[in-house]
């Protein structure tokens, strides 16, 4: 591959919380280490709709992903299946959705909590269900127990694009909203989490891109459409020529930015084009 590239997706983590209270990832900005840009979620601005416009480059109403209770093996192709078809190795640290859309589904707990398959579009997966989640009990692992897992996988396995999707925040911000206390303290705590791996992964070769799937509003809700909802920060980390600070990314760009950083062809399916040139 041209370049090997990791994903982390922080989900629900709104654009504002970002710029306010990610002092790492913004003093690696400051230092001219990273760039940050403004992203805009699709439409409904629902997890599972976004988790697969992400990595289809498609919209909700083309993918037909339309809610969180629409899981099935999404049709169009993806960026696993984009580097599988340049010869890379894929890996994954996620909720089980990402696992349904784009390997197989139902989800089997057994079979597909943990794998290794070489052909698959996904050759080494490690999930998560948040089976029981509700408002006493977020169910969500430990993210410093995700970010080692994901850097187990590259420096074990030698992948070339991995993806790391955590709920710690969106499940918050359902819980507490976002002008309170407890989510200055969650966002405070997975950005000091995130700045020990990240100096790791760049060490190893690796391009970074940390960005949410959505935002949330003051009451921790999204899904609509609205600046709080939409809106949220891409941090990048990596080379290439990117647009001015003040353009607004839309996240279809997402998929086909990925693969042309990697070298992997880019499907007719993804109209949207690379920020990234």
């Not at 710029?19 to 990832?25: D, H």
């Not at 280490?33 to 498609?58: D, F, N, Q």
């Not at 911000?173 to 700045?195: K, N, P, S, V, Y």
Request: proline share 4%.
């Amino acid at each position: 591959m041209k370049n090997k590239v990791l994903l982390i997706i922080l989900d629900g983590q709104p654009w504002r919380d970002a710029r306010r209270y990610m002092g790492n990832l913004e003093g690696w900005v400051q230092s001219g280490e990273a760039r940050v840009w403004k992203m805009r979620a699709v439409l409904p601005s629902t997890s599972a709709c976004c988790y697969a416009s992400i990595h289809t480059g498609v919209t909700p109403q083309e993918h037909n992903v339309v809610s969180n209770q629409s899981i099935f093996r999404v049709k169009q192709a993806d960026i696993f299946s984009q580097v599988r078809a340049a010869g890379g190795k894929t890996g994954a640290v996620t909720h089980s959705f990402w696992s349904e859309f784009f390997n197989r589904a139902p989800f089997d707990m057994v079979r597909d909590i943990e794998y290794d398959e070489a052909d698959g579009p996904i050759n080494h997966g490690r999930f998560h269900t948040m089976t029981g989640y509700g408002h006493k009990n977020q169910m969500t692992p430990s993210d410093e127990d995700l970010f080692a897992t994901l850097t187990m996988l590259t420096e074990r396995h030698g992948i070339d694009y991995g993806i790391l999707h955590t709920c710690t925040l969106d499940s918050m911000g359902h819980r507490f909203g976002h002008d309170c206390e407890q989510m200055d303290h969650a966002c405070f705590t997975i950005d000091a989490m995130l700045a020990h791996y990240l100096p790791r992964w760049i060490k190893n070769g690796f391009e970074v891109i940390v960005t949410a799937d959505h935002g949330q509003s003051d009451r921790g809700h999204h899904g609509g459409r609205g600046e709080d909802q939409q809106d949220v920060a891409l941090y990048w980390f990596g080379g290439g020529e990117g647009p001015k600070e003040d353009v607004v990314l839309d996240q279809l760009q997402l998929a086909p930015t990925i693969l042309t950083r990697m070298g992997a062809p880019i499907p007719e399916t993804m109209k949207a084009k690379s920020f990234l040139k």
